[in-house]
């Protein structure tokens, strides 16, 4: 593995040893048995986006691993006055260990890939969300002890979260139904890769999706860069909550999974939250444990 860009270049040994080492870094860190397997080394983080969990997680992990990490503003950078992408990688391959970006365009992340010399992370597209999809089968294995036999859902937009989990989750072999209304479904690609890959299904149905399952997740209608366009997702959404009734037809010890930030009232009712708050929050902890696991595999 040289970079991590998007859940489909990852192999499916490779997901699973990410997540043991993720596993076994987690148990490190609270029986205060952490090695600093990164001393010397630097991450960079370009955001062109909003984060708290990405940034803090990374940032905190490098520490942990002995390393450091540089919050880099891509209004700060020259790359927010036009330089282009193809000479900022060459020059931060200069100085860093690994780049982690967070942007627009997928094809921003992959030409950091290709022109730099140094390991690249996306950590979020508009495509693709690859570190949270790893967090997230990490939290699904420590519930349910493995993914043999599970059915996932996804309900609401099919956005980077809906792309990169239908990947994920039909590579670890779980069966995975998504609910979205028209005009909002995943990337074509991936739902043909899926449906010849695995047990795949989208529909406009929420129950038919959620039936019989045994984890149930949901994202935000309206992601960063579609805040202009919140008004008229509402309106296309009704329907698409996770509610006590959109809950009644998963299985009942199904574990809800949000990758945050959620609002409430919209994509999911407080009460829900509320009632699934251990399994979010854990998953939201996993982020630094697999960040670790994914930097540790790139870097070193
Ligand atoms: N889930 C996630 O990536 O959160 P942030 O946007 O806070 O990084
Ligand atoms: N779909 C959301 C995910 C945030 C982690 C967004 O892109 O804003």
């Given at each position: 593995m040289k970079h991590l860009l998007k859940m489909s270049d990852l192999e499916q040994s490779e997901i699973l040893g990410l997540l043991n080492l993720a596993d076994q870094l987690k148990y490190e860190k609270k029986h205060g048995l952490m090695k600093k397997r990164l001393e010397g080394k630097t991450l960079g983080m370009i955001f062109q986006k909003s984060s708290t969990r990405t940034r803090v997680s990374f940032e905190a992990g490098m520490y942990e691993l002995g390393g450091c990490a540089l919050f880099l503003s891509a209004n700060d950078l020259q790359i927010g006055r036009g330089e282009p992408v193809q000479d900022t990688a060459r020059v931060?391959?200069?100085?860093?260990?690994?780049?982690?970006?967070?942007?627009?365009k997928q094809s921003d992340v992959e030409d950091l890939a290709k022109y730099g010399s140094v390991p690249v992370i996306n950590g979020l597209t508009d495509y693709s969300h690859p570190c949270q999809v790893l967090a997230d089968l990490m939290t699904i294995r420590e519930y349910k002890g493995g993914f043999k036999?599970?059915?996932?859902?996804?309900?609401?937009?099919?956005?980077n979260m809906a792309n990169s989990l239908i990947i994920g989750g039909i590579k670890v072999g779980m069966s995975v139904s998504v609910a979205c209304p028209k005009g909002y479904k995943p990337d074509a690609e991936v739902m043909k890769w899926a449906a010849?890959?695995?047990?795949?299904s989208c529909t406009d149905n929420v129950r038919t999706a959620v039936s019989g399952s045994d984890i149930v997740y949901t994202d935000v209608w309206a992601s960063m860069g579609q805040e202009d366009e919140a008004e008229k997702r509402r309106e296309a959404f009704k329907g698409y909550q996770l509610n006590e009734k959109t809950m009644s037809y998963a299985n009942s010890d199904a574990v809800v999974l949000h990758c945050l930030p959620a609002h409430r009232e919209e994509e999911i009712t407080s009460e829900i939250f509320e009632k699934h708050s251990k399994s979010i929050f854990d998953q939201a902890e996993n982020r630094l444990h697999i960040q670790k696991a994914i930097l540790v595999t790139l870097i070193q």
């Open positions: 931060l391959s200069r100085y860093l260990d690994a780049i982690m970006i967070r942007t627009y036999g599970l059915k996932l859902s996804f309900v609401g937009d099919g956005n010849a890959n695995g047990d795949f």
